[in-house]
Each structure stands twice: as C-alpha cells, then as structure tokens.
C-alpha cells in the first residue's frame, strides 16, 4: 500500500541554524500540507502546497519557513533560523485531488528539536 | 474561528469496556469530519470520515462515529475494546472549500488494560 514517507525521523540542531525536513507523498497525489504538534498541544497546520504553489497557510508559517517541491516527488519544508519553540513533531500529508470524497494520508513525522 | 475540543484527555479502559470519546467543533459552514488514530511508533491513520449522508458511520476495528449536527459533534464509539486499541486518538474537522485544511483536537490517550 503506497504510503507518505518523511525523512530524517529526528532532527536535531542549534538555535539559528537551516532546517530542511522532507517529505514524499504519494505518487498520485496533488494537494500536500505539512503540520506541526508541539509536545503536549495540539496538531496545527502549516501550509498547503497545490500546482506547485502555496494554496493557504497559517499564521505560523511566517518568512522563516519555506516549501518547495524541487523535483515532483519530494515536497520540502524548510526552516531558515530556528528557535527554540520550531522544537516540534512535524507532519507531511498529501491527499489525491481536491473536491472529491478523500482524506489526507499523513507520513510518520520528524520530530526536531532545537537546542 | 474553528475550533475542535476533544473532552477526554486520558482514558483508561479494561478490555471488553466500552467507549466514547467525545469531539464537539466550532465552524459556521459545511464540514467534513475525521478521526484518527495513531498507535505506538506508528503513523498517523485514518479511523473513519463523514462527509455527508447517514451520521452514523462505521470504520476500521469496529469503531463507530454518530455526526449530531445540532450538537456540533462527531463522538466516537466501540461497544468492547482490546488491548490493541490502545492508542492515541484524534478528532479533525476540515472546511469543505478547496484547500480543506484539517483543524484538531488535542487527542485523546487512550489505555486498555489486559
């Protein structure tokens, strides 16, 4: 069964420096989100990704935070200078076409902690 | 702005028990309603959806969801739980518009004893 994969499965790094987590959604699929749930509170969406653009994003997703889909099949976020409350678990999601009757399918998520 | 509570953060169950966890969401407009579940070390999956159509929708090991649209709830339900059912348990909603973001509750953690 295809799935969402993520990689690295734990990230660590020091206040200031670049982040990229990765993602590769599923072949098929057209819309990509990433989420974050830091410990203890809830999940809370991103960005939305459709047509190579950014379809919505939230308030946390300011300008040290970037997606790209480089090369059709791995969809990236990056973090330009983290700080300490980036430490997260990170979720990609993709789902197959908009409008339809489908779910999101999340990948196993990056955990990244900044010290 | 939306919203999603889930009432029970901790559950601690016997096997065979049943259960229902409760999920209530805030939202003006037309909804599409999840739950998930992740098991230890494992991803995050799907449990069951409603979109529209007959609120009582059945999903994978024998969970239930009853959508109450007056009441603004989408609580989950199993008549005899396992041990394997021990988990982690999300409610999500998302706008039925184009980017359909999901908005979540808390989770609840959910433990059944042997």
């Known amino acids: 069964e295809p799935e969402v994969t993520q990689t690295p499965s734990h990230q660590v790094t020091q206040m200031g420096q670049e982040v990229i987590l990765r993602c590769v959604p599923i072949?098929?699929?057209?819309?990509f989100y990433w989420y974050r749930q830091i410990l203890g509170q809830k999940v809370e969406f991103l960005v939305s990704f459709y047509n190579n653009e950014i379809s919505e994003k939230s308030e946390i997703f300011d300008d040290q935070f970037s997606v790209e889909r480089p090369d059709g099949s791995n969809f990236t976020l990056k973090i330009r200078s983290t700080k300490l409350e980036d430490s997260a678990m990170y979720f990609c999601a993709s789902r197959e076409q908009r409008g339809t009757l489908n779910e999101q399918f999340f990948g196993p998520g990056t955990r990244l902690t900044v010290l | 702005a939306q919203s999603v509570s889930q009432h029970n953060h901790h559950v601690i169950l016997s096997e065979a028990a049943s259960l229902e966890l409760g999920c209530n969401y805030s939202y003006g407009g037309t909804v599409n309603l999840f739950w998930y579940v992740q098991y230890p070390g494992q991803h995050l999956q799907l449990l069951l959806k409603?979109?529209?159509?007959d609120p009582l929708v059945k999903g994978i090991k024998g969970f239930e969801a009853e959508f109450i649209k007056s009441k603004f709830s989408f609580n989950l339900r199993k008549p005899s739980v396992q041990w394997s059912d021990t988990a982690e348990y999300f409610c999500a909603v998302e706008n039925a518009g184009n980017n359909r973001k999901l908005i979540w509750g808390l989770g609840t953690s959910l433990a059944v004893n042997p």
């Open positions: 072949s098929n699929h057209l819309y």
């Open positions: 409603y979109f529209s159509g």
